[in-house]
Structures are given as C-alpha cells and as structure tokens.
C-alpha cells in the first residue's frame, strides 16, 4: 500500500519528531484544520503512533528517517546498483518476502529484485512468528535472486548472509554482534536481527531465494511488548556504548537508517551475486567467529521432538553440532534452537 501525497507530506513535516501546529501543517499542506485533524487520524489508523498537544499541535511519539529511493540508488556502489533490476518501496506491506515469493511464482525469470517497506503488517520469522514491524523505525528489506544451481547449493545461503550483515554493522561501528544458528543476529544475547530465506525452484536448478533481513534500529515500549524473547535495537546499543565512554546515557546521533540500509544492500547483494554450492568454504570461518552459541547449553526443537545439548559450532557445510546428554556429538540441518544466558 502507498500513501497519498498528503500523507506522505504530512509524515515528511512531521518526521523530525518535533511539534507543528495544525495551522502550519495546513498552510504547508494547503488543506483546512479539520482536513490535517482527518490525514492525523488516518496515520494513526495505519499504526503510526502521534502525539496531540492542545497549544503545541503535533509530533510523532519518535522521530524517524524515511526512505528514499533515488537517494537510496544514487549511494550505492556502481558494481551493485548494475545487479538491482527492480527497487519497490512500500509504504505499508504485509510482508517483503510475502511480495517476493509472489513475484517469483508469477515472474520465475525474475533476478535482482529489492523489496523494502517502511513497515510490515505480517513480517513472518522462523516457524511463522510475528514480525514486530512499526512505521519508520526499522529495516524490512527482502531480495530476489535468481540461482543456476538447485535449492541443495544453497544449504549455507543464510549463514553467508548472516556474516554479511554483522560486516555491514561493524562498519557502522555496531560491535560484539554475534551469530546464532541458522540465521538470528544477536547483540549480548538479545536478538536484534533475523535472516529468513526462502527457497523455490527445480531440484536440478535453476532456483530463486528470497532472502529476507529484519533488523531493529528502534522499538518503542508499545510495539516491544509484542516481541516474546530478549531483544535490542541499535537505538540502546549506542546509548550502551556512550554511556560506557561518557558515564551518561544520553544516546550519541542516530545511525542514519538510509546509509545502513545502502551499506546491508552491498553485502547481500555481493554474497548472492557469486554464491554457488562452494562458496560457503568462504564464509565458514568467519561464522564461526561470530557464533555466540559457542559453549552454550542449548534446547533443539524439532517439530514436536526436544533435543537437549551444547552447542560444539558447525561443520564445513553449516551444520550445528550438539553434543547430547549422551556425550555424542550429531549434527543438524534444521531446527530451532532456545537457549538463556546468565
């Protein structure tokens, strides 16, 4: 779904978490009052949280940074922007890799595609949980690739993709990013990302991946309380980070959630450009140095079978290996792994 033209305007104004009255936002919208009081309600009917102030006006309850396409194109890199066919930006979407997985069904030739969406109203993460998804704050970004290969060559493609996102961060200055398998992006033992990839296509090849990349810049208290694990936002982690240098918890300028964004599209895009069933020998080290598993006693769900262990890492072609109760090290393709931390 896309906003109209006053919509979009309105949010624009009103993005820089500050109050306008409501004769200054219908001088600039040239609408009357009682049309910015209706455009207001219509906003917060599609989630987007605004404080009302008699004597002040306006504001959002958080600032926020919204996309921009030919901004977002013109940053990127001319090796990458030549392998993106096609950049959709939703203003409200039920999911990224919804939208994907259904142009790939409708269009298989299709390669090179970006979804991103400035929120998500059924963002899905592993075994079909809810996405916590509000207007502006976060990134929700699938891409459409098209591989020569079958959907057995791409049994490391999240792994890979995990890596690719922890480089992204660390060159934002995100530190002590981990990993945990398959695909979750963890700060200190609370998750701050989630990798979900999709895979459809001939046995033999070729085969298409949608891979999707949900990654928390801020949460407010509102939409936290849908999330059911331990979780973080970049918003708190540089708040940390300050606070360690500083002795105060005033947070330091926002990580610009466009630069982000342009910096993750890099990544993943260079990974899927040259992935085949050998390059994950590439990445394997490297995951296993972010692994935050390591070490750690561990609950595998597996359907309906529980499986307690620690975690030893992963083979060479991405496999956890769990040493059970019984002192046997196995390993798995497939599972949800829970574990806490002290």
């Known amino acids: 779904m896309q906003f109209s033209h006053k919509q979009k305007k309105l949010l624009h104004i009103l993005s820089d978490g500050l109050f306008h009255s409501g004769s200054d936002l219908a001088e600039q919208l040239e609408i009357s009052r009682s049309a910015v009081w209706k455009q207001i309600n219509t906003l917060e009917s599609f ?17 926020i940074e919204l996309l921009d396409k030919s901004k977002l194109l013109s940053s990127l890199s001319s090796a990458c922007s030549s392998l993106i066919t096609e950049l959709v930006l939703h203003d409200q979407i039920d999911s990224t ?9 409708a269009h298989p030739e299709k390669t090179g595609v970006v979804c991103l969406a400035e929120q998500q109203t059924a963002g899905r993460g592993r075994r079909g949980r809810q996405w916590v998804s509000p207007f502006g704050c976060n990134i929700y970004c699938s891409l459409l690739w098209r591989f020569s290969e ?14 690719a996102v922890i480089e992204a961060l660390k060159l934002h ?8 398998w398959p695909n979750d992006i963890y700060w200190r033992q609370k998750k701050l990302g989630g990798i979900l990839v999709e895979v459809s296509g001939e046995t033999d090849g070729p085969c298409s991946a949608v891979i999707g990349l949900g990654l928390n810049l801020f949460v407010d208290t509102e939409a936290a309380t849908a999330i059911e694990q331990d979780w973080v936002d970049i918003e708190q982690i540089q708040k940390y980070y300050h606070q360690q240098q500083s002795g105060t918890a005033k947070a330091q300028p926002t990580l610009s959630r466009q630069q982000l ?3 993750l599209l890099e990544k993943l895009i260079a990974v899927s450009h040259h992935y085949t069933q050998q390059s994950f020998a590439q990445y394997c080290d490297a995951w296993r140095q972010y692994d935050c598993m390591q070490g750690l006693q561990v609950s595998l769900f597996m359907g309906n079978n529980q499986i307690e262990g620690t975690v030893v890492g992963i083979n060479d072609e991405g496999l956890l290996l769990l040493q059970t109760e019984t002192g046997k090290v ?3 393709a497939s599972g949800e792994v829970s574990f806490r931390c002290s």
């Open 47 to 63: 989630g987007i949280q605004i404080v009302a102030v008699s004597g002040k006006g306006y504001r959002l309850a958080h600032a």
């Open 97 to 105: 890799n919804g939208y994907l997985t259904a142009l790939t069904y």
């Open 150 to 163: 079958g959907p057995a060559s791409l049994s490391g493609l999240s792994l890979a993709i995990g890596v």
């Open 173 to 180: 200055g995100i530190q002590e990013v981990g990993l945990k």
């Open 261 to 263: 964004l342009a910096t």
């Open 330 to 332: 196995q390993s798995f």
